[in-house]
């Protein structure tokens, strides 16, 4: 069936060292990809997305990579810094549903020590 | 920078009754979602609305289930009897164009049913 994974429920990173939150996707139509930031009793927010048509992004402080191959994506984050605490999600879309329905991963907590 | 607005920020209901949650999505967007979050688990879509009609709409989003945007800035989510699964967060987004463009989300509304 359709649907993003996550594969590690919960990250903790030193302040300042760079972070890695991977997911993985299983809809080979899926052409758009986005990561979200969900903070405590808040909405998800956009940080970053990418095009099946390119395999990296940067953004500020922000990579998210994109491997079809595998149907891997990857958001990393440099510098790691307590404001950067929160759940990820990545989320897919696609043709398919004409971008409508964004279906998200179960989410990774990223826990930064200070 | 624009934002969806939700409001109320927590609705508790007892079960069988009616509920309105409301949305102003930003105000040069064009297509309209809700999405739910059960505690601890992921968003999930539930409906998307365009041009005054449902685009699409998950197996979630029953016959108890219906949207309106009665104007030009409101978009509501009604329920109408709830049961006590409806318990849950409820995001409302928006998005400007068609295609590879990312969802904006609001903060949400948590509803609880007694």
């Known amino acids: 069936g359709e649907s993003v994974g996550l594969h590690l429920p919960t990250l903790s990173v030193q302040e300042g060292d760079n972070s890695i939150i991977n997911c993985a996707y299983s809809n080979s139509a899926s052409d758009y990809f986005i990561w979200y930031k969900q903070e405590s009793g808040k909405g998800p927010q956009f940080i970053i997305d990418i095009r099946s048509n390119m395999d990296k992004r940067q953004g500020q402080r922000v990579t998210v990579l994109l491997n079809k191959t595998v149907k891997h994506l990857s958001l990393q984050i440099a510098a790691t810094q307590p404001g950067d605490s929160a759940v990820y999600f990545c989320a897919e879309s696609g043709l398919e549903t004409s971008y409508d329905k964004v279906i998200f991963g179960p989410g990774t907590s990223l826990s930064v020590i200070p | 920078e624009p934002e969806v607005t939700q409001t109320p920020s927590h609705q508790v209901t007892q079960m069988g009754q009616e509920v309105i949650l409301r949305c102003v999505p930003i105000s040069n967007h064009l297509y309209f979602y809700w999405y739910r979050q059960i505690l601890g688990q992921k968003v999930e879509f539930l409906v998307s609305?365009?041009?005054?009609?449902?685009?699409?709409k998950s197996e979630i989003f029953d016959d108890q289930f219906s949207v309106e945007r009665p104007d030009g800035s409101n978009f509501t989510l009604k329920i109408r009897s709830t049961k006590l699964e409806d318990s849950a967060m409820y995001f409302c987004a928006s998005r400007g164009t068609v295609g590879y463009q990312p969802q904006h989300f609001g903060d949400g509304t948590r509803l609880s049913i007694l």
């Open positions: 609305f365009y041009n005054n009609e449902i685009s699409e």
